[in-house]
């Protein structure tokens, strides 16, 4: 073995050491590197310099490794047995290594806010000139432009750069993020969900007179529109040379906010749109035709008719298609009528209050529907696997989906109805694996805020997962697949094993014959809350009647006494998450009957996202609790309460959160702006100055939560003390008072 190798090893380990915080190792790792004579450690050794806060210090180190060009590749092995590496596999293994010196002074130079931003673009074209097939690249290049897009978006309109109003710089994001996705596809949800905002924003200005904000010089006017128009026409251009270059799985990560879009007001827009979403569909039918059948099923007719239109485009290409490949035009007849079936069971109504009832007889459904090619909405099987590899070759050549997917081969006809207002009825299909898969047919219920919110925990998820100390931990949100089959319907994936918390402590405390009189709980609480001076007629009359009991089903259900520490952690850490997200998001409503726990392993599982974006604070009861933090769940974190896991796992999941909060806006704002899904809702009172009404004013309320800025404050709090102030507000005696009675804050 060479030096060469041996110090690339080195290297390798202090990489991986840097990640994962341990400095001292890494230094030491470093250290053995250039003692080996390899001078690219000067690489890592600033990057150490930079995590360890002397950037100035940092950069002059980079800078001087750049001047001295000493950069050697590590990508290749010097051994007997390998084939000599070629020259033009070196060189481009060269250039990728000078293109990360570069892009990294490039991102210092850009956060440490030491140089102008001309410099910054010229660092960062550098870094893509010397290694063009890099994702990263283009992707930082493009991140750059969109820093400078939304400086100048919060200019006033007098101020603002005329490479901002004609969409020059929008247009510049857009070119680069397309470039990075044609290379690789790391970043692709950071990505593709920008480039769609600004796109179809672009679209509807370039359709509209400029806004009289601009003023009413007539050539000016004339001159903006004339050049909104052109960039558009060449973004047009871009979109449809990537739409045929790139794989349809990349478009599939983004397919219901694609569709969501689909009643866009320019027509050549929604021309690309109809390409974008018949390239996904033919490639993918059965994954992606749950999302269009959605569409041809919708209430509003112009939606409906573009659905129409695209399954019209479909046809088309199956007439192109091989016919070797699956049968796309019947596979598309077939998954119509069993879409159709699907709704008659959800809509059908119920007589009486069976809990079993027949899927034929009761419900009306024609067997006839199944078998059909189209794959079990769940989670498994409608998630696209991204390439890990970053090379374009593989991108095209990747298969985002197993070749052995579950499709519904028949349906059983025992159906279980569970009692609660809109009687949701669970059915059971058999997959074409032979095994039994259960949904939740749920009837008048808009499923696509749910649909949404899965996408964002996933995006969550992902980044609990890239960090070091949260994947420790194994810091998750619990999600599952939720399809729409229209404005009103909708199948939910079951997860089985669940218990409500309700249910748990209602169990608990029958056992314990503790009586629960909820008109005299009513009348306590009215009077407790009548006055802050009455908070002890809460805390002395109500709470001490229920003692805590639901630390009892941990005991129960895990007797093992390390299964049962292992149940209670990840309770604790889950729970931890999702009061976090949801506290950002603005998540109410979270009864008894919303929290459920995992009966195998006893993580949290929520359920029902209606209530978002501080909606319960509109209510006839406000909800003052930032989450649900009541004494049951406190007890049941053990001895330290809320002050150990519950905490630490609360800061992490914040302070990653903050690390990442402009991917979380970005997808935020395609959600916010589909006007299929009324995310704001109509509020009941219009008295509540602090829940906004527009969808600008909610990405604001967002951002400044996860900044650590609360309500009329102006200085933003540490993770550490916002997380402090959440906590005192969730346990607050007074806030927990003053909740209605459904949701129970004595348990």
Same mark, same amino acid.
């Given at each position: ?293 959605? !569409?041809?099923?919708?209430? %509003?007719?112009? +939606?409906?008719? @573009?659905?129409?239109?695209?399954? #019209?485009?479909?046809?088309? &290409? /199956? ?95 025992? !159906?279980?109805?569970?009692? %609660?207002?809109? +009687?949701?009825? @669970?059915?059971?299909?058999?997959? #074409?694996?032979?095994?039994? &898969? /259960? ?309």
């Amino acid at each position: 073995m060479s030096h060469l190798d041996i110090s690339s090893a080195w290297l390798t380990s202090a990489k991986l050491a840097r990640k994962a915080n341990f400095t001292h190792q890494a230094f030491n790792a470093v250290l053995h590197a250039s003692q080996l004579g390899d001078e690219s450690a000067t690489i890592e050794h600033s990057k150490l310099l930079w995590r360890e806060g002397q950037h100035r210090k940092a950069i002059r180190s980079l800078e001087g490794a750049i001047a001295a060009n000493v950069f050697r590749s590590h990508n290749y092995i010097h051994s007997e047995e390998s084939v000599a590496p070629t020259d033009a596999s070196k060189s481009s293994q060269q250039n990728l290594l000078t293109a990360r010196a570069h892009l990294l002074l490039a991102k210092w130079m850009d956060r440490a806010g030491q140089s102008q931003s001309d410099w910054v673009i010229r660092q960062y074209r550098l870094a893509v000139s010397c290694y063009s097939r890099w994702e990263k690249g283009h992707y930082y290049l493009g991140k750059h432009y969109n820093k400078l897009l939304e400086s100048e978006k919060a200019k006033p309109p007098a101020k603002q750069a005329q490479t901002y109003i004609t969409g020059e710089t929008a247009k510049l994001v857009i070119e680069n993020y397309l470039r990075s996705m044609s290379v690789g596809a790391k970043y692709i949800y950071q990505t593709l969900p920008r480039v769609l905002t600004l796109w179809l924003e672009l679209g509807s200005e370039a359709e509209q007179p400029l806004d009289p904000i601009y003023g009413n010089d007539e050539d000016f006017r004339s001159h903006t529109t004339a050049q909104r128009r052109k960039m558009l026409t060449a973004i047009h251009t871009q979109l449809k040379k990537y739409t045929d270059k790139l794989p349809a799985f990349v478009f599939y990560t983004a397919l219901s906010q694609i569709v969501a879009r689909i009643c866009h007001s320019n027509n050549t827009v929604y021309a690309h749109l109809t390409d974008i979403i018949a390239k996904v569909v033919s490639q993918h039918p059965q994954q992606a035709l749950w999302t269009l059948l959605a !569409v041809v099923k919708s209430s %509003s007719r112009e +939606r409906a008719q @573009r659905g129409h239109t695209c399954m #019209s485009k479909l046809m088309e &290409y /199956a007439k192109r298609a091989r016919s070797d490949s699956l049968d796309l035009r019947a596979l598309i007849a077939q998954s119509q009528k069993l879409s159709e079936q699907l709704l008659h069971v959800c809509e059908c109504t119920i007589q009486g209050k069976p809990t079993n009832v027949s899927i034929t007889k009761d419900l009306g459904f024609n067997h006839k529907s199944a078998p059909c090619k189209i794959v079990i909405p769940l989670e498994s099987t409608m998630t696209a696997v991204l390439p890990t590899v970053t090379d374009n070759v593989k991108m095209r050549a990747h298969k985002a989906f197993s070749k052995d997917i579950i499709t519904i081969s028949s349906f059983l006809d025992d !159906v279980l109805v569970l009692n %609660s207002l809109q +009687r949701p009825r @669970r059915i059971s299909i058999r997959g #074409s694996d032979g095994n039994v &898969y /259960a949904l939740l047919c749920k009837p008048k219920d808009d499923l696509r805020k749910d649909q949404r919110l899965m996408e964002f925990n996933a995006m969550i998820n992902r980044s609990l997962k890239k960090d070091a100390e949260s994947s420790k931990r194994r810091l998750y949100i619990k999600t599952y697949a939720v399809t729409p089959l229209n404005e009103e319907c909708g199948l939910i994936e079951w997860v089985d094993n669940l218990k409500t918390l309700r249910d748990i402590l209602l169990n608990a405390y029958r056992q314990k014959n503790v009586p629960i009189n909820y008109s005299e709980i009513r009348t306590l609480l009215n009077e407790a809350c009548s006055d802050e001076s009455k908070t002890p007629i809460f805390t002395d009359k109500v709470l001490s009647k229920f003692p805590p009991a639901f630390h009892e089903w941990f005991v129960e259900m895990f007797p093992d006494p390390s299964a049962w520490f292992a149940a209670r952690l990840r309770y604790t850490r889950s729970c931890a998450v999702m009061s976090v997200v949801g506290h950002v998001l603005g998540l109410g409503d979270r009864h008894g009957e919303n929290i459920l726990f995992e009966e195998g392993n006893g993580g949290t599982f929520h359920v029902d996202f209606n209530c978002l974006f501080d909606k319960g604070l509109t209510f006839e009861k406000p909800e003052l609790v930032p989450f649900r933090l009541t004494h049951n769940m406190v007890d049941a974190f053990g001895a330290y309460g809320y002050d150990g896991p519950f905490r630490k796992s609360s800061e992490l999941t914040l302070g990653i959160l903050r690390a990442h909060d402009d991917t979380l806006m970005t997808i935020l704002e395609t959600f916010l702006y589909d006007p299929t899904t009324d995310f704001i809702g109509k509020k009941k009172r219009s008295g509540v100055s602090v829940v906004p009404q527009t969808p600008e004013g909610v990405l604001e309320n967002v951002r400044n939560k996860v900044r650590g800025l609360l309500p009329g404050e102006s200085v933003p709090l540490s993770v550490e003390g916002y997380v402090q102030e959440l906590i005192r507000q969730a346990t607050d005696p007074w806030r927990l008072a003053n909740m209605y009675i459904g949701w129970c804050a004595f348990f």
